[in-house]
């Protein structure tokens, strides 16, 4: 392949990488550029271990399910609970279906799996996001001007969908083991860690961790196994670096782990590699400013390694002091929102939810919880006697290559 068709070929493996699915109708034009380089494309695909379905109006990227050192969100998701039971009720519905009538037949799958239906605002906005999860994937589609989210003003609003049963078949991962009766070998309901343990990895070491690092934002050293070191001491220079450069990523690695960046000469838009970007000033207000200051903090004045410590080089403090830093920098910074100056415990909720999905931050619980900062905050420094879009000039952090 020439050049032009390499970088097409890595803008398509990066977009496939975030968004899974592509649906005819709002996505066609990267659909015609999937099957215009397919071959090129499943071999980049094959050396993750991601496999890819195609077809004339969808494509579909299957990725083994992983969560380093076994790290399973506490308690169950209303959002993800509410999504299969959605599923199981458009099974059955009639490929245009009042909005309504797919709400009732979500509630008796509830009912008949023993689900409590309280119809609470909670539950209804949990049913809410489940319902535009599946437009996301183009499973349903609301005809004519109607929208899903009347819901939340209306018990029965006048909203008419479409189903695409053929779609529903991608929905579940595949090779999932089951037992004699052809049922799912492992309940993920009740067992969701053996769930995950079953489904089939990747058969090559070199396709898992390629897979990982093209999947997450940072992959920690101490969350792998002994033959997984080896290979990240070993091969990653070589083998990773093919990968990284297939999807027209940069490959950095350092004693605690690696990651794949992309060079910000690549970028077209913030969102290109996901939804998560790192918090920096001038970009998303109250809580993005006070995690990047709460970082610097940890960073001088936290306690780095111990025996809670996730690995080496993770920096730790004390929930307490997380709350009593922020309390001060809320004082500091009186353009900061109401909400969160005169409430610290909100505003720590608030910056754990920001960091914990990219993994940044792991909360250890105790007799008092410990807050720990990924190794990888390390690439933000700061950058003094800079304005404040807040009015009060602080230290800013900046990107910085080391």
């Keep these: ?45 094959d050396a993750v271990g991601w496999s890819l379905a195609v077809e004339p109006d969808l494509v579909r990227v299957y990725k083994p399910v992983t969560f380093a050192a076994g790290r399973i969100p506490d308690g169950g998701s209303h959002e993800g ?45 949990a049913l809410v996001t489940a319902l535009s999860m599946l437009r996301a994937r183009g499973l ?22 479409r189903v695409h049963h053929a779609r529903l078949l991608h929905v579940l991962p595949r090779n999932v083991p089951v037992d004699e009766f052809g049922q799912w070998a492992a309940d993920p309901g009740k067992e969701p860690l053996s769930w995950l343990e079953s489904l089939k990895a990747p058969e090559g070491l070199s396709a898992r961790m390629c897979g990982m690092l093209a999947d997450e934002a940072v992959v920690h050293s101490g969350d792998l196994s002994e033959d997984e070191q080896q290979w990240l001491c070993n091969r990653l220079a070589s083998e990773g670096a093919a990968v990284a450069k297939a999807f ?90 109401d909400e969160f100056r005169n409430a610290p415990e909100r505003l720590g909720d608030h910056v754990r939810e920001l960091l914990e999905p990219a993994d940044l931050l792991r909360v250890s619980c105790g007799y008092e919880d410990w ?11 700061v950058v003094p006697d800079e304005p404040d879009p807040f009015g009060t000039p602080v230290p800013l952090r900046k990107e910085t290559s080391r």
């Design 1 to 45: 392949m020439d050049d032009e068709e390499c970088e097409e070929v890595a803008a398509l493996a990066r977009q496939l990488a975030v968004k899974t699915w592509l649906v005819g109708g709002r996505e066609d034009e990267a659909i015609e550029a999937v099957h215009r380089n397919l071959p090129a494309l499943r071999g980049t695909m």
């Design 81 to 125: 609970s509410w999504y299969w039971l959605t599923v199981a009720a458009l099974e059955s519905a009639r490929p245009r279906v009042g909005l309504g009538q797919v709400v009732a037949a979500a509630r008796d799958a509830a009912a008949e799996a023993g689900i409590p239906v309280l119809q609470s605002p909670t539950e209804l906005r």
């Design 140 to 161: 349903v589609e609301e005809i004519g001007e109607g929208r899903i989210e009347a819901l939340l003003e209306q018990e029965d609003p006048p909203v008419l969908l």
């Design 248 to 337: 027209g990523l940069r490959l950095e690695q350092r004693v605690e782990g690696a990651a794949f960046v992309m060079p910000a000469e690549a970028y077209t838009s913030d969102r290109e590699l996901g939804a998560f970007t790192f918090p920096r000033r001038g970009r998303g207000g109250t809580v993005p400013h006070a995690a990047l200051l709460l970082i610097d903090i940890v960073v001088s004045v936290g306690e780095r390694g111990g025996a809670l410590a996730p690995g080496e080089g993770w920096c730790g403090i004390r929930s307490g002091e997380v709350l009593r830093h922020l309390g001060e920098l809320a004082r500091e910074h009186p353009g900061w929102a």
């Design 371 to 381: 807050w720990w900062l990924s190794p990888a905050s390390a690439r933000w420094t």
